[in-house]
């Protein structure tokens, strides 16, 4: 497993019973999570503290239950990055914390290329890793269907201080706009997808994760540049084991563009235990 264990602002304190004891800068968050089925004792004292907890409801969805005055939104930093934090619908906040390990594998990748680099963020959500491969020196276009999500990624990039000429947002849906970018003529040297289990387009379009990610991953392969640096996706679907994703990569992008592919677990330290809690699954093509 590749573990985000750099983060200051974030840290995962506990987790047990099927949820998350998190502190997001001064505000402590408890938020469920179903990959949490052991019961162990919630012995840190923050359990009983919390600014806040989200409650499920048994007929789906839930709600945010308020036990202290918390701002309706608030700012955490990674490094040199910033980013807007509030508690949202179906438990979000606005940031996946363990996604920082791809934040500076992608930006690593891209220092350490001599010449301008490209990238195409796909299902770009508030924009984690499109202003990390800004801050690295990349162009990126930030493709998400949600129009809220992409002024909200604009905001993350204004609070870093990053050029915005060196980046295009674009409320599309991500499928239709690879198929464009195709017939336009379009490369990118990098290419990252964060794409949901199940999620609707800005036209109603359904997205269903199994029946959709290998196309669009064989499609995207066409977007790649003569000098491809990396593709990565990123998946919280249970079921897509890294070995899966990681195989789809292989021949869907490996197999056209040489290279190699590598995927794994990604997740975060808890710090009660000292151990790491798991958080989905990355699989990353290199050059």
């Known amino acids: 497993m590749r573990v985000a264990d750099k983060w200051d602002d974030y840290r995962l304190l506990d987790c047990s019973s099927g949820e998350r004891l998190e502190r997001w800068g001064d505000i402590v968050l408890i938020r469920p999570d179903p990959q949490v089925i052991w019961r162990t004792p919630k012995n840190h004292p ?56 791809n934040w500076d594998f992608t930006s690593d990748l891209i220092k350490n290329e001599d010449r301008e680099m490209k990238a195409l963020n796909l299902f770009a959500y508030t924009g984690g890793a499109t202003v990390s491969a ?11 269907a949600s129009k809220g999500m992409v002024t909200w990624a604009k905001e993350n990039a204004e ?91 292989q021949t869907a992008v490996e197999k056209k563009h040489g290279g190699e592919t590598s995927a794994d677990e990604i997740g975060l330290p ?8 798991p958080c989905g699954s990355t699989a990353i093509w290199v050059k």
């Not at 800004?134 to 998400?144: F, I, M, N, P």
């Not at 808890?270 to 809690?277: E, I, P, Q, S």
């Open 270 to 277: 808890v710090d009660g235990t000292g151990f790491a809690l």
């Open 159 to 249: 609070l870093c201080n990053i050029n915005n000429n060196n980046v295009r947002y674009l409320v599309d849906d991500c499928k239709k706009f690879v198929e464009r970018e195709i017939r336009r003529g379009n490369r990118y040297d990098i290419i990252i997808m964060d794409p949901p289990s199940y999620g609707r387009g800005p036209g109603g379009e359904v997205w269903k994760l199994e029946d959709e990610i290998y196309p669009l991953a064989a499609l995207c392969a066409e977007l790649l540049s003569d000098k491809p640096l990396m593709f990565m996706i990123n998946s919280y679907t249970t079921g897509l084991s890294p070995a899966v994703m990681k195989y789809m990569l």
């Open 46 to 101: 923050l359990w009983e503290k919390a600014h806040a907890r989200y409650i499920r409801s048994n007929s789906g969805g839930g709600q945010w239950d308020i036990y202290k005055n918390i701002p309706y939104n608030w700012l955490i930093s990674y490094n040199n990055l910033k980013f807007k934090i509030k508690t949202m619908g179906f438990k979000h906040t606005g940031v996946f914390p363990e996604q920082a390990v």
């Open 134 to 144: 800004l801050s690295a020196g990349a162009k990126v276009t930030h493709v998400d």
